[in-house]
Nanobody, 125 residues
Framework: QIQLVESGGASVQPGGSLRLSCEVSGITTANSCMGWVRQAPGKEREGVASINGLDKITVADTVLGRFAISSDHVKNFLYLEMNNLKPEDSGVYYC???????????????????WGQGTQVTVSS
């Protein structure tokens, strides 16, 4: 059974930091495309960052320089380090998995087949 379980979401002030974690079971991060996708109220899902089993990384322009994705292939975890958070970063953050690619994994949410339940991030003063 494939499961992706996110944790680490919270309410923070602008400029704050958070680290999201995703525990992966039933598949291996080393043999998958892994991504973080977020969804703000009333908006479509937006790919934030992706990483493949060779640690090739893609980051959306909207979070470039502030967010970092990483994966621990031994523990089978995915992480998203978020710094200098802004109110527009608020939303539900999902961990997602798709087919492995030798090239960088896409940010397009429709590429991903397996999803976690999401964790809420709220950035507000």
């Amino acid at each position: 059974q494939i499961q992706l379980v996110e944790s680490g979401g919270a309410s923070v002030q602008p400029g704050g930091s958070l680290r999201l974690s995703c525990e992966v079971s039933g598949i291996t991060t080393a043999n998958s495309c892994m991504g973080w996708v977020r969804q703000a109220p009333g908006k479509e899902r937006e790919g934030v960052a992706s990483i493949n089993g060779l640690d090739k990384i893609t980051v959306a322009d909207t979070v470039l320089g502030r967010f970092a994705i990483s994966s621990d292939h031994v523990k089978n975890f995915l992480y998203l380090e978020m710094n200098n958070l802004k109110p527009e970063d608020s939303g539900v953050y999902y961990c997602a998995s798709g087919l492995f690619q030798w090239a960088a994994c896409p940010l397009t949410p429709t590429y991903y087949k397996y999803w976690g339940q999401g964790t809420q991030v709220t950035v507000s003063s």
